[in-house]
């Protein structure tokens, strides 16, 4: 079977992004695939900007960016990527979109061995599968923000991933990308967002019962847990959107009341108030 050499990444948003400037730092030729051109734009320049940090932190010499930069392309047409040997869908973490791109890729590959695989935190890969005609192809490829820094993939193969499948992406993410792999069964929210959500949704029933101020929670976690951050400001890095749409996924698989988005996330989001992406979430970031 081929080497994995040719990816594909859909969506440029904060964990595209992250997710285009591994590979290509890896050395492996990267096409990022966004809905339009200001949405490119975007992710062009996230893709510079944390490059750029990476050269100001000493993690990568100016040459490696230059380097990696030329590897990646930008387009704006799924049917751009039928010429790769592996996609990462990385869109919005709405089962209908991600659904929907599923089966255009899968139009797009065609009979190829091509992997596709998805970033989501806990829509089921099998459902995703469902959309293609290669659902021995079809994986959960699950990575931590910001990915460039955090070293895990979660590997998540439904039912009907093949064995091949699990062993190639395994070898990628561990051989090309540098990351560590841990593999789950294909439950909403995976192991780490089964653990992590409820614990973020606990502090924002705290903030809404009034129990502790942000500011308080987070510094209880950080100094008394030495946690890297506390779940608020956690909560806003990872966008509050996010976290209702994985919580909201988890409630519909689990009925687990520990899941249940509570009203003050409902209303921020309903708000616009996103966290760090919209400027504005238990912090503000203007
Ligand atoms: N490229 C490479 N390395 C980079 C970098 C870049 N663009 N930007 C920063 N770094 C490195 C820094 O050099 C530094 O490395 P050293 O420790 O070796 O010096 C390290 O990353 C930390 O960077 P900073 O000093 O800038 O920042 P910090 O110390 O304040 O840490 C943080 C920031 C990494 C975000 C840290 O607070 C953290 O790890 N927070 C928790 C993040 C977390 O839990 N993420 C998971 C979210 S859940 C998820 O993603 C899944 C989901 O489905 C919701």
């Not at 994995?4 to 997710?19: C, N, P, W």
């Not at 979660?154 to 593999?183: H, M, N, W, Y």
């Not at 614990?199 to 100094?223: C, K, P």
Request: charge should be negative.
């Amino acid at each position: 079977m081929a080497e994995i050499e040719r990816v594909g990444v859909v969506g440029a948003g904060l964990m595209g992004s992250g997710i285009a400037e591994v590979n290509a730092r890896a050395g492996l030729r990267v096409t990022v695939a966004e809905v339009g051109d200001s949405a490119v734009e975007a992710g062009r320049s996230r893709i510079r900007g944390s490059l750029d940090r990476g050269v100001e932190r000493g993690k990568i010499s100016a040459d490696d960016r230059g380097a990696a930069w030329d590897n990646i392309g930008f387009t704006t047409s799924l049917a751009d990527l039928g010429d790769r040997d592996l996609v990462i869908e990385a869109a919005a973490e709405d089962e209908d979109i991600k659904t929907r791109v599923f089966g255009e890729l899968d139009e797009a590959v065609g009979g190829s061995e091509a992997v596709l695989a998805s970033n989501t935190s806990s829509i089921p890969i099998a459902k995703l599968a469902a959309a293609t005609q290669r659902p021995q192809h079809v994986i959960g490829m699950h990575f931590f923000n910001p990915v460039p820094v955090l070293k895990l993939v979660e590997l998540v193969p439904s039912l009907l991933t093949s064995a091949e499948t699990v062993q190639r992406v395994t070898d990628f993410a561990t051989d090309r990308l540098g990351k560590e792999s841990i593999r789950a069964q294909d439950r909403s929210g995976f192991v780490v967002n089964a653990l992590l959500v409820p614990y973020l949704l606990s502090a924002i029933r705290m903030v809404e019962a009034g129990t502790a101020a942000a500011e308080d929670i987070d510094n209880g976690m950080v100094l008394g847990c030495a946690h890297p951050m506390g779940p608020l400001r956690l909560a806003d890095m990872v966008g509050l959107d996010t976290v209702k749409a994985i919580a909201d996924s988890m409630y519909a698989e689990y009925k687990d009341p520990n899941c249940a988005a509570p009203p003050l996330l409902q209303r921020m989001v309903d708000a616009g108030l996103w966290g760090k992406k919209s400027g504005q979430g238990f912090y503000s970031y203007t």
